[in-house]
């Protein structure tokens, strides 16, 4: 199987992730709630991975916060962030993760949400459609990458557009494993992200991170044990465990730590993403949504969306499933940034790729794609 579906999870799993998942259920208990020898081994194993996330993200270990996934980090950020009466800013290229929380403030009256709409083409656009409706806003939530067609948003030109005193949240469930991420360089408040994709990590984990110049405060969003201040009915104020109730997937941890171990930036999978751009720009019934031939090395992730002309997208994905190649059809959870690209009405065909994918697989993907 040719597996091209990478924006959902990487696929295979590193021998090191699996067997450190593995390792970490024969040797861990629970972390920070005793002093045996399994609870260090768990306290042990989650501090190694919060020191190797602050160490790429550019933060403290104790910006870093554990969560079951970047939605539910999100969640954490939005909810745990917005204030009554506030405005809430976000692109026209938001995944559900960010729209449906949104959207529940909003419902119950707690902000007003803001749309600016993104140019696949023209950052500058991009910037002064953010422009003009950032200057009241008290929260803006954006994507870095797009999940549907792998635009990678101007954030630092955003950034610097922005209130300041206003709180900034990235989803990069789409650029970490993939680009360079400083949360200081980028200037943002805060980075949310998943364990599975790009880092190739397991399924189950993410993370929040804060940065370490941002006097931010972020409001509980479950509470529960965390191992300490146990006569409290109260959250601890300092972080991580303020944010961390309830016992840690260790296992998913110690996957994703050892997949920090084989983490590298890989050329190779933009190699391979530039090849099948070019080749696909010039298949006559092949569309292309939100990307053209010769921009895509430096503003995109290894994501794109196709359409086949004369055939819906789930079926071209049925069929291509039947002849040995995993991709993704529909709607990718981001109707908006359908509407963006045009193709709310029809859907389409994702491909996304990881370090993992090659030139041949590349090569038998257009052939096979020819033929259907």
């Not at 960010?98 to 902000?111: D, S």
């Not at 991580?240 to 997937?249: C, K, V």
Request: net charge negative; aromatic share 6%.
């Amino acid at each position: 199987m040719i597996y091209f579906d990478n924006a959902a999870t990487t696929f295979p799993k590193s021998n090191a992730v699996i067997n450190a998942v593995a390792e970490a259920m024969k040797n861990c208990g629970n972390s920070g709630r005793s002093g045996h020898i399994y609870a260090l081994n768990a306290a042990q194993t989650v501090y190694n991975c919060r020191k190797k996330l602050a160490h790429l993200f550019n933060t403290r270990p104790e910006l870093v916060i554990f969560t079951s996934s970047a939605t539910e980090a999100l969640n954490m950020a939005i909810k745990g962030t917005n204030r009554a009466g506030g405005v809430t800013v976000v692109s026209s290229m938001e995944h559900n993760a960010v729209m449906r929380p949104i959207n529940t403030l909003r419902r119950r009256g707690e902000t007003v949400l803001k749309q600016f709409l993104v140019d696949t083409e023209r950052d500058d656009v991009t910037c002064e459609n953010f422009s003009a409706v950032a200057r009241s806003a008290t929260n803006i939530v954006v994507t870095h990458a797009s999940n549907v067609c792998g635009k990678i948003l101007p954030i630092e030109r955003i950034k610097s557009i922005a209130p300041e005193d206003a709180v900034f949240i990235l989803d990069a469930s789409q650029t970490a494993g993939h680009r360079e991420l400083d949360i200081v360089a980028l200037g943002v408040d805060i980075i949310c992200i998943p364990a599975h994709k790009g880092l190739c990590g397991p399924m189950g984990v993410g993370a929040l991170i804060i940065n370490p110049h941002s006097d931010i405060i972020i409001d509980t969003f479950i509470e529960g044990g965390t191992g300490t201040n146990s006569k409290s009915y109260e959250m601890p104020e300092e972080y991580p465990e303020r944010l961390e109730a309830g016992t840690m997937n260790i296992g998913g941890i110690a996957g994703l730590s050892a997949a920090l171990d084989e983490l590298e930036l890989s050329e190779r999978e933009y190699a391979v993403f530039d090849y099948l751009v070019s080749n696909m720009c010039g298949l006559v019934d092949i569309t292309l949504h939100g990307i053209s031939r010769g921009r895509h090395k430096k503003e995109y992730v290894p994501v794109m969306l196709f359409n086949k002309r004369g055939s819906d997208c789930e079926s071209v994905a049925d069929r291509l499933s039947e002849l040995g190649v995993a991709v993704r059809a529909g709607f990718h959870c981001a109707p908006n940034a359908h509407k963006t690209l045009g193709t709310y009405e029809s859907g389409g065909v994702r491909i996304s790729l990881s370090k993992y994918n090659t030139q041949r697989e590349a090569e038998l993907f257009l052939d096979i794609l020819r033929t259907i």
